[in-house]
C-alpha cells in the first residue's frame, strides 16, 4: 500500500502538488510544529474527511517564541513523527520545510493589527507570539493555498486570530476549529507534556478538574468570584502555578464583566508546571 509522501522545501514540495491540485481537488491543510500526538491526528483525520488532499506542516516557528528557552526545549522528534504519519494514505503531503525556506529575509515578523484580540490572554503574557504566528500561517497559505486550514480549540485565540488573518489579508481559506483532544487524566493533550515529569503530570489533571467545576458554576456564580475560587484553589497546590485565569467572550475574548444575551463565555487558563507552560479553556455555555 502506497503512503503519505514526505518534502523538505515547498519546491519539492510543489513539484508533485501543484499537478495533484490541478485535479479539481479541494486540499486541507493542517500547520503543527511536531512532537505529533493524538490532537494533532484528530485534525490530520477531520481534514481527510471534507479533502482528497491534505497537507501536514511540521515547523517549529522561531518567531512565535517569546521565551528562547521555550524555544530551545521544544520537543522535536520529526523522525519518529513522520513514523506516526506512515499510516497514511498516499494522499497526505508532508512538508517538513526549513527556516530559510519560511523566512528567506531573516527570521523576523510582520507586524498586524488583529483588532484587539491579539493584547488579551496569550498576547499579553506572550508579546509578539501572534505577529509570529501571523507571519508563519500567511506565508504557509500563500505557497500552499489550501481550500481549507484546520486548528485545535486548544490554542483558542490562535483560532480565533487566524480567523482574523485571512479576513484582514483576503485569503481564500476557509478556517475550521475542531475540539481539544485529551489524555486519559483530563490533561488537554500539547507537546510540550512530554516535557512533564510523571508527578506533574499526573497533577496537572487538576487543571481540566477546575475546568469542569467552572462550567457547572457558570450558571449560578459570577465570573469575579468564580475567578477568586479559582486562584485560591491554585494557592493550594505546590505543583501547579496559575499565571492567568479569565472567563471571556468568545469573540471578542475581552473579560466577561456581566453576563449578555446571545453572547458565547469561555474561561481559559494558563499555568506553569515547573518550567513548561501549560494552557487550556472550555465552552461555558
Ligand atoms: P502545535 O503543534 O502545538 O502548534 O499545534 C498544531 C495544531 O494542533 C494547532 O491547531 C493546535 O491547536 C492543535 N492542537 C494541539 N493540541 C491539541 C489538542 N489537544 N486537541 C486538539 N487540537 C490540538
Redesign the pocket.
Known sequence: MSTMQVFFSFEALNSIFLSKKAQNTTVGF?????AL?Q??L??IDIALSENNLVVVSIFVNPTQFNNASDFDLYPRTVESDLKILKHYSENVFVLVPETKDIYPNGTISRQYDFGGIENEMEGKFRPGHFDGVGTVLHSFFKMIQPTVA??????FQ?LQIVKKLVKIENLPVKIVG?????ESNGL????RNKRLTKRQYDEASFIYKILKTVKSDFGTKNAQNIAQWVENEFKNNNYLKLEYFEISNEETLKPMIEKELNQKYRAFISVFAGDVRLIDNIALN
Open positions: 493542517v500547520p503543527t510544529m511536531g500526538h490532537g494533532h484528530s485534525l484546520y486548528f485545535g480549540e486548544k490554542d490562535q475542531c475540539p481539544i483532544v485529551r488537554a493533550m500539547s507537546s
